[in-house]
């Protein structure tokens, strides 16, 4: 079977015919205004006005070979190689985690706490674990007299992030080095805010997730031991002891089956105004806390 013309309808209803086994008619049809809009640059509003209108043979040849990618479950992401996160254009590939939408939740959480700085101060934030850099260049973009940095132990990640910071035309300072064995302290200054993203889903909870989510994107990334998943924010807490301003912040995305014990990881370690937010979906997802000495 075969992409029966160049038509812009006839390779949508293609696509509703081989991949319906493996997806709900919703995300086809957004697949296909994906598709369509990054190959041929035809706009979503467009494809409906215009369903006879053709693609060339290039372009249809990009688009079978992004049908193929998704019947392997290829996240639509990686097979494009860009998302948007918080209205910024993000390169991502299989060495970087796709961002979510309720990481922009946590962005928006320091953004708004941010806000509250007084009318010329220039903040300092840092990334812990950044992958795209998606979180970095969010908050400088957002806010542009901060200055933000950002770390991974991952070098392939790091060329991502540094080529999303030149994409955007942001300036994050990213570098090396490992949540679990930080070392970089006596490089840096004191911040005003820790934000991390850490890998948080037990390997107990693998067996629930989509195959476009455990076949593609980075295992080490996504996954904790069961014996042990709270281990990043043990370290996460530690590293905001010592990185973080009097009264500074410690923001993080949770695995909401543990909120409470995240919670007290923080409070143990010297955290007060420990605080978990639920996100738009009502779950435990984020975790907030302030370092007063």
Do not use: W
């Not at 949508?12 to 086994?21: N, S």
């Not at 979510?100 to 941010?114: D, F, N, P, W």
Request: neutral net charge; charged residues 25%.
């Amino acid at each position: 079977m075969k992409i029966p013309s160049n038509k812009v309808k006839d390779i949508k209803l293609y696509m509703y015919a081989v991949l319906e086994h493996l997806y709900s008619s919703e995300e086809i049809s957004v697949f296909a205004e994906i598709l369509l809009e990054k190959y041929a640059d035809i706009s979503r509003a467009n494809l409906y006005l215009y369903p006879n209108k053709t693609v060339s043979e290039s372009v249809l040849l990009k688009i079978n070979n992004g049908i193929k990618s998704l019947k392997k479950q290829k996240p639509i992401q990686y097979i494009i190689g860009e998302t948007v996160f918080m209205n910024l254009t993000i390169k991502v590939n299989p060495s970087v985690l796709i961002p979510r939408h309720e990481t922009e939740e946590l962005v928006m959480a320091v953004i708004k706490y941010l806000d509250s700085c007084p009318v010329g101060y220039c903040p300092s934030i840092i990334d812990a674990g950044t992958g795209s850099g998606a979180i970095a260049l969010s908050i400088k973009k957002q806010i542009p007299k901060s200055e933000v940095f950002a770390f991974d132990n991952s070098e392939d990640a790091l060329n991502t992030a540094r080529l999303n910071a030149l994409e955007n035309g942001l300036a994050v300072d990213f570098f090396a080095d490992d949540i679990l064995n930080f070392n970089s302290l006596r490089k840096l200054t004191k911040f005003d805010v820790l934000i991390s993203n850490p890998p948080y889903v037990r390997l107990s909870e693998k067996e629930l997730m989509k195959e476009n989510v455990v076949g593609y994107e980075p295992f080490s990334a996504l996954f904790v031991s069961d014996d042990n998943p709270l281990i990043y924010y043990e370290s996460l807490s530690i590293i905001g002891k010592q990185l973080l301003k009097q009264k500074g912040m410690f923001f993080c995305e949770i695995n909401e089956a543990f909120g409470r014990e995240t919670e007290a990881v923080l409070v143990r370690n010297g955290y007060k105004n420990v605080e978990i937010i639920k996100d738009i979906s009502g779950k435990d997802r984020f975790v907030k806390g302030q370092m007063i000495n």
